[in-house]
Every structure is written in C-alpha cells, then in structure tokens.
C-alpha cells in the first residue's frame, strides 16, 4: 500500500486561490491511476480530478473544469491541485487516492471505490 499526505488546505475567500499536494510514501509510478476527491458535510464523496501516472489524462468533473489543475512530479512522488476561481461550493475536505490496478471493477474513474489508497484529507473552506 501507498501512504498519501495531504498538505496545503486552507480558507480563503471567493475567487482565491490554493495549491493542494499529495506526497506519496512510494514511488508514485507504482499508481496507475491518482486522483483527488472532494466530501462536503452530508454529501457523498465526489472525483474532482484524475490522472494517469504515466501518461493519460487529465480528467476533470465537471463542476472544476477550467478551474482546477491537477498534476504530478515524479520525481517528488508528489501529486498536485491548482484551485483558482474558488466559489463556496467548493468548501469540502480534499482526498487524494491511489489506483494500482489498470482494470474497474464496477465503476470508472470517478468511483472512490475503486482506489486502493487514500490520504487523510485537508480542509478546504471558501467563505462568499
């Protein structure tokens, strides 16, 4: 299993900005797929943005797209989230989540069933 550390959540104000980071205990190479997740209080957790470790993607929901950028350094086995443009809706706690199989088994790449790995989460709060 891959240990995931999230860092870099925060408040801010409509319209801000923040930069999340996953670092990953293992060689993030060894995920197929990474991700991050997004759970509100009473809501389910939701895919924000995906990537393949070795080329695919990005993917994005599209509730973020053209907002958020999601990336990797390989070298640093660290995982991004770029969040410009923040509105209220996106108050949340943010997971990132690690895939190591290429292969679904119900769902997609936006089932949180579907990954192995998860971090403990940073806490996102965009006040209007």
């Known amino acids: 299993h891959v240990q995931l550390v999230e860092s870099g959540g925060g408040s801010v104000q409509a319209g801000g900005s923040l930069n999340l980071s996953c670092t990953a205990s293992?060689?993030?190479?060894?995920?197929?797929?990474m991700a991050w997740f997004r759970q509100a209080p009473g809501k389910e957790r939701e895919g924000v943005a995906t990537?393949?470790?070795?080329?695919?993607?990005?993917y994005y929901a599209d509730s973020v797209k053209d907002r958020f950028t999601i990336s990797i350094d390989n070298a640093k086995n660290t995982l991004y989230l770029q969040m410009n443009s923040l509105k209220p809706e996106d108050t949340a706690m943010y997971y990132c989540?690690?895939?190591?199989?290429?292969?679904?088994?119900?769902?997609?790449?936006?089932?949180?069933?579907?990954?192995?790995?998860w971090g403990q989460g940073t806490q996102v709060t965009v006040s209007s």
């Open positions: 293992d060689d993030v190479l060894s995920s197929v797929i």
């Open positions: 990537l393949y470790t070795r080329g695919f993607g990005p």
């Open positions: 989540a690690s895939k190591t199989s290429n292969t679904w088994s119900r769902g997609n790449r936006w089932t949180s069933d579907e990954y192995n790995d």
